[in-house]
Structures are given as structure tokens and as C-alpha cells.
Nanobody, 122 residues
Framework: QVHVAESGGGLVQAGGSLRLSCVASGIIFSMNAATWHRQAPGKQRELVASILGGGVTTYADSVKGRFTISRDSARNTVYLQMNSLRSEDTATYFC????????????????WGQGTQVTVSS
């Protein structure tokens, strides 16, 4: 079984920074792509940033230049460094990871965490 948990959210003033962590635990043979998403009240969940297995990263236009996604494969952890936070960044942030857990050559499956709340006060 695989469990994914986000942490690092909280209340921060506009212009401040937070670093979110996403840790995958359980039987993990390898981790491929990982993504961060966010969902504000009354809005659809949106993709914020992604990192492919080879390390290529992409970002939503709204966070480009302010957010950085990275990973520590040895720790099965994905990070989202968020700088210059704005009130519109307020949302619950979710991590999704593609993990191979059945065997060394088994299929990758996607796992979601429960989310961590980020609130930016103006």
C-alpha cells in the first residue's frame, strides 16, 4: 500500500514564502512524475506545477517565476517552494505522484494526498 501526505501549509502574509512537502510512504519501487494542484473554495482544482521522471518541470502561468517544484527521489519526496505569495494563491494544495508499487517492472499508478491548506493574507 502507498500513502501520500502533504505538509507545510499555513497562514502567511502576502509576499511571504512557504515550502510544501509531499512524502510517499509504503511499498515503493520507483516514483515517476509528480504534480502539485490547488483548489480554492468554489473553484475547480487546477494544475500548478509538474516534474517528470527525468526532472523536466512545468508551471502554470500564474505561478511561473514564483514557485519551484523539486524532488528528492531517495526520500520519495516532492517539494513546492512558493515565494512572493499572493492572496490569490490561497487554496488547498494537493500532491499527485505516479508510483510503481506492485513490483520492479509493474505499472505506475497515481496517488493523491489529502491536501494542505495555504492561506495568504493581504
Amino acid at each position: 500500500q502507498v500513502h501520500v501526505a502533504e505538509s507545510g501549509g499555513g497562514l502567511v502574509q502576502a509576499g511571504g514564502s512557504l515550502r510544501l512537502s509531499c512524502v510517499a510512504s509504503g511499498i515503493i519501487f520507483s516514483m515517476n512524475a509528480a504534480t502539485w494542484h490547488r483548489q480554492a473554495p468554489g473553484k475547480q482544482r487546477e494544475l500548478v506545477a509538474s516534474i517528470l521522471g527525468g526532472g523536466v518541470t512545468t508551471y502554470a502561468d500564474s505561478v511561473k517565476g514564483r514557485f519551484t517544484i523539486s524532488r528528492d527521489s531517495a526520500r520519495n519526496t516532492v517539494y513546492l517552494q512558493m515565494n512572493s505569495l499572493r492572496s490569490e494563491d490561497t487554496a488547498t494544495y494537493f500532491c499527485n505522484t505516479s508510483i510503481r508499487s506492485s513490483s520492479v517492472y509493474g505499472p505506475f499508478q497515481n496517488y493523491w494526498g489529502q491536501g494542505t491548506q495555504v492561506t495568504v493574507s493581504s
